[in-house]
T-cell receptor, first 110, second 116 residues
Framework: GQQVMQIPQYQHVQEGEDFTTYCNSS?????IQWYKQRPGGHPVFLIQ?????EVKKQKRLTFQFGEAKKNSSLHITATQTTDVGTYFC??????????FGSGTQLTVLP | DGGITQSPKYLFRKEGQNVTLSCEQN?????MYWYRQDPGQGLRLIYY???????QKGDIAEGYSVSREKKESFPLTVTSAQKNPTAFYLC???????????????FGPGTRLTVL
């Protein structure tokens, strides 16, 4: 299936610091979805980006889709301990299979 | 209360035994998926079904089998041919199948299978 590289694989931040994770694809993506998985839990859908250059915000979370639709990012402003978890970007909207990579595992230190 | 249920939450089996994991959804979704997750890893697609009585292999289908006789049910059987079955198994569903414009996946709570 379509694959994206997500970086970093791990990130430790102090509570209150900002955090960004990036997804990069060598091919143009139709859409991209973002999910969050808390430790011991199941993935929960956050958002889907569809349009080139799209920017969407959910409170402290900002999602971007690149102009060429080959990359995407998730930025969290002023992290809180509730932000702990693994964030996955997932290419979607294609007849090919959905692929969850390893994600970015975020640890927030109080 | 709509959602996806998976049972049991924890499952232990002896090596060489087949085991079937349950997944039920009352969301009236057409598509259903099974994923496997190993510690510290992402999700790998085992099988998916876009409609009743139809299913397709995912990336790691060997040693697994599924059925989709009813829209709301998509059980996964882990057979003795699966060499390393101990893992966290997640079932998901989406209102539209792959290739559609919007297919947010809703996940069940998962089943942790340990083969002794």
């Amino acid at each position: 299936g379509q694959q994206v590289m997500q970086i970093p694989q791990y990130q430790h931040v102090q509570e209150g610091e900002d955090f960004t994770t990036y997804c990069n694809s060598s091919t143009t993506l139709s859409n991209i979805q973002w999910y969050k998985q808390r430790p011991g839990g199941h993935p929960v859908f956050l958002i889907q980006l569809v349009k080139s250059g799209e920017v969407k915000k959910q409170k402290r979370l900002t999602f971007q889709f690149g102009e060429a639709k080959k990359n995407s990012s998730l930025h969290i402003t002023a992290t809180q301990t509730t932000d702990v978890g693994t964030y996955f970007c997932v290419p979607s909207g294609s007849a090919r299979q959905l692929t969850f990579g390893s994600g970015t595992q975020l640890t927030v230190l109080p | 209360d709509g959602g996806i249920t998976q049972s049991p939450k924890y499952l232990f089996r002896k090596e060489g035994q087949n085991v079937t994991l349950s997944c039920e959804q009352n969301l009236n979704h057409d598509a259903m998926y099974w994923y496997r997750q190993d510690p510290g890893q992402g999700l790998r697609l085992i099988y998916y079904s876009q409609i009743v009585n139809d299913f397709q292999k995912g990336d790691i289908a060997e040693g697994y089998s599924v059925s989709r006789e009813k829209k709301e049910s998509f059980p996964l059987t882990v057979t003795s041919a699966q060499k390393n079955p101990t893992a966290f198994y997640l079932c998901a569903s989406s209102i539209e199948p792959l290739g559609a414009g919007y297919n947010e996946q809703f996940f069940g709570p998962g089943t942790r299978l340990t083969v002794l």
